[in-house]
């Protein structure tokens, strides 16, 4: 079985520019996450759709950030415009509606400079 | 709120020893607890859960947890540590009424030295 996918794995940009980042969850699962884990830190949730509706995005800085997943499958979680303390990496994870066990991609490192 | 503590930065084992990965919970009701790993350059991999039942939990690797409602806590053990199994560990809880948020520890970094 194919895992989460994310592109890219890396990404470097200047603060105040803007960024996009791709995530294809295992197929099947109708629970998509959005995690950023600082370094040092654990994993924090962004934001969570059950296909492709928002299921919890309180902890995502709507101001600058956004997500979207319109057809449920794939999804893109955007920075706009990038600060310093952005930089992240950025954890795509799925599940199924009936488990609890949650399956991550290999992230996306971003430097903003 | 929930909240995961994981008291320990850095716990090193020689390889053969047992390990003990030490995590206490905050969580009202009761709680779904998980431990993950993760390697450099790699996402989080899922290694056990706890639900309900038996509070020996086994998972991935060899790894076990004992879940300890009076403590509050979910500590992840393995007999006998390999140099393979030096990684981050991440305590991770999520309430009864969380959807299925989940809220992670500070993780863990386990060294197994040979």
């Known amino acids: 079985e194919a895992g989460v996918a994310q592109s890219p794995r890396y990404k470097i940009i200047e603060k105040r520019q803007s960024v996009a980042f791709w995530c294809n969850p295992i197929s099947g699962h109708a629970t998509l996450y959005w995690y950023q884990q600082i370094l040092g830190q654990g994993p924090k949730l962004l934001i969570q759709?059950?296909?492709?509706?928002?299921?919890?995005d309180s902890q995502l800085p709507k101001d600058r950030f956004s997500a979207e997943r319109l057809k449920g499958v794939d999804s893109t979680l955007k920075i706009q415009p990038a600060k310093l303390e952005d930089s992240a990496v950025y954890l795509c994870?799925?599940?199924?509606?009936?488990?609890?066990?949650?399956?991550f991609g290999p992230g996306t490192r971003l430097t903003v400079l | 709120a929930q909240s995961v503590a994981q008291p320990e930065d850095q716990v090193n084992v020689a390889e053969g020893n047992p390990l003990t990965v030490k995590c206490t919970y905050s969580?009202?009701?009761?709680?779904?607890l998980f431990w993950y790993v993760q390697y450099p350059n790699r996402g989080l991999q899922f290694l056990l859960k706890y639900i309900t039942g038996d509070n020996l939990v086994k998972g991935s690797y060899g790894f076990e947890a004992e879940f300890n409602k009076s403590q509050t806590s979910f500590h992840l053990k393995k007999p006998s540590a390999l140099v393979s199994d030096s990684a981050l560990y991440f305590c991770?809880?999520?309430?009864?009424?969380?959807?299925?948020?989940?809220?992670f520890g500070g993780g863990t970094r386990l060294m197994v030295k040979p």
């Open positions: 759709f059950q296909n492709n509706g928002v299921v919890d």
């Open positions: 991770a809880v999520r309430g009864l009424n969380a959807g299925n948020m989940l809220t």
């Open positions: 994870a799925s599940s199924l509606p009936t488990r609890n066990e949650q399956f």
């Open positions: 969580v009202s009701g009761n709680p779904y």
